[in-house]
């Protein structure tokens, strides 16, 4: 049986797309607070020291045209990459993939780099019409407030592969960190 753990609001309205999560915090949303949602990826990562180290709130939200994704993430912010690289620091990272299978993940990293906001397409099974590279047609708005990244971003469901609002959609997130002392 399907289990949806994720919430998501229908928007009658588009957002508009500029960080400024006023709206979305009146909505559900995923926290990650605890040492059990970390993950190392190297032994010279340096550990986990609480909220104030790594923290943050996701939200869904969708409408016909678009899938709608907002962060806040509290972490010291450092990205000096761009493109491709931006996954191996302060990131956010989304998978996604319809019912189908592996086959059809569609994979986007979020950075503020010294560019500016970036989305990076990772990866795509149509890389004709959705190559690999930065994705300038998916509107986007990161900033930095208070000591928080906040991300927002309109991703339309043709970007990820879908010719119409799906009834579902498989969703992986994950938030890069990359300490000043990580090797």
Known sequence: SKINLTPASYFSH????NANLGLWKKLPALSFDREDQVLRLSRTAADWKGVADLSGRLWFGWDEKNLYIAAEVRDKFLQEYRGSLTWEQDSLQLAF?????ASDIYLYNLALTPAGAQIYRAESPDRKTYPLGL???IPRAI???DGLILYEAAFPWAALGF????RSIRICALVN????TDK
């Open 163 to 166: 010719k119409e609002r799906p």
């Open 177 to 180: 960190d990359a300490d000043p």
């Open 14 to 17: 588009s957002p508009v797309i």
């Open 97 to 101: 993939a319809s019912s189908r299978g």
């Open 135 to 137: 994705a300038p047609e």
């Open 143 to 145: 900033k930095v407030k």
